[in-house]
């Protein structure tokens, strides 16, 4: 069993960067894969970024390539999310999620774990 557990968001004015914290517990995430996605108000969940966890390959949604940053520290069994250059659309809460094996996957469905969430609010 694993237990994640998001932090780092907030309220941020536009342009600002943030970093998410993804700290795991109760299994070690050296073998999962992690990934992030966001859920706003009336929308479906969205995949931002995934992290391998053998290489550390990552892969990125279009939507934030270039200005979001995943990277993992499995020493600390935590994965980060690194977001610059923050926009009002990028308003949602946030998640992180683990998966095991190798494979990437953009689907929620394919994800083992999940944390409770973080809001992260950018105003104009």
């Known amino acids: 069993q694993v237990h994640l557990v998001e932090s780092g968001g907030g309220l941020v004015q536009a342009g600002d960067s943030l970093r998410l914290s993804c700290a795991a517990s109760g299994r070690t995430i050296t073998n999962s894969g992690m990934a992030w996605f966001r859920q706003a108000p009336g929308k479906e969940r969205e995949f931002l970024a995934y992290i391998r966890s053998i290489d550390s390959i990552t892969s990125y949604a279009d939507s934030v390539k270039g200005r979001f940053t995943i990277s993992r520290d499995n020493a600390k069994n935590t994965a980060y999310l690194q977001m610059n250059t923050l926009k009002p659309d990028d308003t949602a809460v946030y998640y992180c999620?683990?998966?095991?094996?190798?494979?990437?996957?953009?689907?929620?469905?394919?994800?083992?774990?999940w944390g409770q969430g973080t809001q992260v609010t950018v105003s104009s």
């Open positions: 999620a683990a998966r095991f094996g190798t494979s990437l996957s953009r689907r929620s469905s394919d994800y083992n774990y």
